[in-house]
Protein backbone atom coordinates (compact mmCIF):
# COMPACT_ATOMS: atom_id res chain seq x y z
CA UNK A 1 0.00 0.00 0.00
CA UNK A 2 1.41 3.16 -0.77
CA UNK A 3 1.46 6.07 1.53
CA UNK A 4 0.96 9.40 1.33
CA UNK A 5 1.54 12.63 3.08
CA UNK A 6 0.60 16.40 2.81
CA UNK A 7 2.11 18.84 4.88
CA UNK A 8 2.17 22.42 4.80
CA UNK A 9 -1.22 23.99 4.45
CA UNK A 10 -2.09 26.89 6.54
CA UNK A 11 -3.88 30.35 6.98
CA UNK A 12 -2.77 33.29 4.79
CA UNK A 13 -3.23 36.58 3.70
CA UNK A 14 -4.03 37.57 -0.14
CA UNK A 15 -0.68 38.48 -1.86
CA UNK A 16 1.28 35.79 0.50
CA UNK A 17 2.96 32.59 -0.17
CA UNK A 18 2.97 28.95 1.47
CA UNK A 19 5.12 25.58 0.28
CA UNK A 20 2.80 22.47 0.09
CA UNK A 21 4.70 19.37 0.73
CA UNK A 22 3.58 15.67 -0.53
CA UNK A 23 5.87 12.48 0.67
CA UNK A 24 4.80 9.13 -0.82
CA UNK A 25 6.50 5.78 0.26
CA UNK A 26 8.12 4.81 -2.44
CA UNK A 27 10.02 6.21 -5.42
CA UNK A 28 8.63 8.62 -7.06
CA UNK A 29 10.00 7.55 -10.32
CA UNK A 30 7.70 4.61 -10.00
CA UNK A 31 4.82 6.69 -10.76
CA UNK A 32 3.97 8.15 -14.48
CA UNK A 33 3.15 11.51 -12.74
CA UNK A 34 2.65 13.38 -9.24
CA UNK A 35 0.60 16.29 -8.74
CA UNK A 36 -2.06 18.38 -6.60
CA UNK A 37 -5.77 19.00 -6.74
CA UNK A 38 -7.37 20.92 -4.90
CA UNK A 39 -11.65 21.08 -3.90
CA UNK A 40 -13.20 24.34 -2.76
CA UNK A 41 -16.65 24.05 -0.62
CA UNK A 42 -19.04 22.91 -2.77
CA UNK A 43 -17.05 22.52 -5.35
CA UNK A 44 -15.34 19.60 -7.83
CA UNK A 45 -12.08 18.28 -6.95
CA UNK A 46 -10.02 20.56 -9.96
CA UNK A 47 -6.64 19.33 -11.06
CA UNK A 48 -3.92 22.50 -10.07
CA UNK A 49 -0.61 21.09 -11.00
CA UNK A 50 1.56 18.15 -11.95
CA UNK A 51 5.07 16.69 -12.79
CA UNK A 52 5.82 13.40 -14.80
CA UNK A 53 8.46 10.96 -14.39
CA UNK A 54 10.20 12.75 -17.23
CA UNK A 55 10.36 15.87 -15.33
CA UNK A 56 7.63 17.78 -17.67
CA UNK A 57 5.16 20.13 -15.47
CA UNK A 58 1.74 21.33 -16.46
CA UNK A 59 -0.41 23.46 -14.63
CA UNK A 60 -4.07 24.90 -14.59
CA UNK A 61 -4.42 28.13 -16.21
CA UNK A 62 -5.53 29.64 -13.17
CA UNK A 63 -2.53 28.90 -11.19
CA UNK A 64 0.21 29.32 -14.25
CA UNK A 65 2.79 31.65 -13.07
CA UNK A 66 2.03 32.06 -9.56
CA UNK A 67 2.30 27.97 -8.57
CA UNK A 68 5.66 26.22 -8.77
CA UNK A 69 6.09 22.13 -8.82
CA UNK A 70 8.92 20.56 -8.44
CA UNK A 71 10.51 17.78 -6.47
CA UNK A 72 13.14 15.94 -4.72
CA UNK A 73 13.82 12.80 -5.73
CA UNK A 74 16.06 11.46 -3.06
CA UNK A 75 13.25 12.29 -0.56
CA UNK A 76 10.37 10.86 -2.43
CA UNK A 77 9.15 13.94 -2.71
CA UNK A 78 7.05 16.98 -3.97
CA UNK A 79 6.34 20.39 -3.85
CA UNK A 80 4.05 23.04 -4.53
CA UNK A 81 5.63 26.55 -3.82
CA UNK A 82 2.33 29.15 -4.00
CA UNK A 83 2.68 32.98 -4.07
CA UNK A 84 0.64 35.80 -4.92
CA UNK A 85 -2.34 33.64 -3.55
CA UNK A 86 -5.93 35.01 -3.70
CA UNK A 87 -8.71 34.30 -1.92
CA UNK A 88 -10.04 31.97 -4.44
CA UNK A 89 -7.05 29.57 -3.87
CA UNK A 90 -9.13 28.64 -0.55
CA UNK A 91 -9.40 25.10 -0.91
CA UNK A 92 -8.47 21.45 0.49
CA UNK A 93 -5.42 20.24 -1.39
CA UNK A 94 -4.52 16.99 -2.28
CA UNK A 95 -1.96 15.09 -3.59
CA UNK A 96 -2.34 12.54 -6.09
CA UNK A 97 0.40 9.78 -6.96
CA UNK A 98 -0.83 7.43 -9.88
CA UNK A 99 0.63 5.02 -12.18
CA UNK A 100 -0.74 4.21 -16.04
CA UNK A 101 0.87 0.59 -16.82
CA UNK A 102 0.83 -1.40 -14.34
CA UNK A 103 -2.99 0.63 -14.08
CA UNK A 104 -4.49 2.38 -13.71
CA UNK A 105 -3.70 2.97 -10.05
CA UNK A 106 -4.45 6.47 -8.19
CA UNK A 107 -3.18 7.13 -4.60
CA UNK A 108 -4.09 10.04 -2.73
CA UNK A 109 -3.22 11.94 0.34
CA UNK A 110 -5.79 13.24 3.34
CA UNK A 111 -5.42 16.71 2.17
CA UNK A 112 -3.80 19.73 3.56
CA UNK A 113 -6.19 23.13 3.97
CA UNK A 114 -5.15 26.63 2.39
CA UNK A 115 -6.82 29.25 3.66
CA UNK A 116 -6.53 32.99 1.77
CA UNK A 117 -7.96 35.62 3.90
CA UNK A 118 -7.03 38.71 5.35
Known amino acids: QVQVVETGGGLVQPGGSLRLSCQVSRSIFSFDAMGWFRQAPGKKREFVAE???????HYTNSVKGRFTISRDNAKNTVFLQMNSLKPEDTAVYYC????????????WGQGTQVTVSS
Open 96 to 107: NAHTLDPGPYEY
Open 51 to 57: VTAQGRT
